[in-house]
């Protein structure tokens, strides 16, 4: 089947086996191999993915369900080589360590940031609640989340 789709603002376009996994399109045909392949089961959440605006784990879509949609990405995240402010709180904050999970991971909590730029404890674990970091590092994770979205406020404060 006929797909096009834009990916981290680089428009794509070809032909793909109807059945095959966006996860695995991205990663094997676009080689965007931050995008982790980490349960086929939806459980793990390192393979979620921004559609739209809104945080989808890729192993349960099909390329072919992502035709016309913007996606984004780990590797659409950083800037010019340029962390983003979640991205820094998270090292900072010692919120990662093997890596596994943090691509999912990152764009899940964008996502959360999005939607509410000052989440509570409990809304943050309730996001996390998708994601499956064998580290165990979800304190940090969510003292990172605070840290971050404090950066955030302060840089819209002072754009003003």
């Known amino acids: 089947m006929q797909i096009s789709i834009k990916v981290n603002g680089k428009d794509y376009s070809g032909d793909v086996e109807p059945r095959l996994l966006l996860v695995d399109f991205l990663r094997d045909s676009l080689d ?18 921004m559609i739209d605006g809104v945080s989808v784990k890729s192993c349960t879509m099909l390329a072919v369900q992502a035709n016309g949609s913007d996606v984004t990405t780990i590797e659409g995240v950083t800037h010019n080589g340029q962390l983003s402010l979640l991205q820094e709180a998270l090292w900072e904050m010692h919120g990662l360590q ?15 940031l999005q939607r509410n730029p000052e989440p509570s404890e409990a809304e943050i674990r309730y996001w996390l609640d998708g994601v499956l970091c064998r580290c165990g590092t979800y304190q940090n994770i969510i003292c990172a989340v605070h840290r971050a979205a404090e950066k955030m406020q302060s840089k819209s404060v002072t754009a003003q």
């Open 32 to 49: 965007l191999t931050g995008t982790k392949n980490g349960c086929d089961t939806g459980q793990c959440g390192a393979c979620t993915i």
């Open 98 to 112: 093997c890596g596994y999970c943090t691509p999912g991971m990152v764009i899940l909590l964008m996502d959360l």
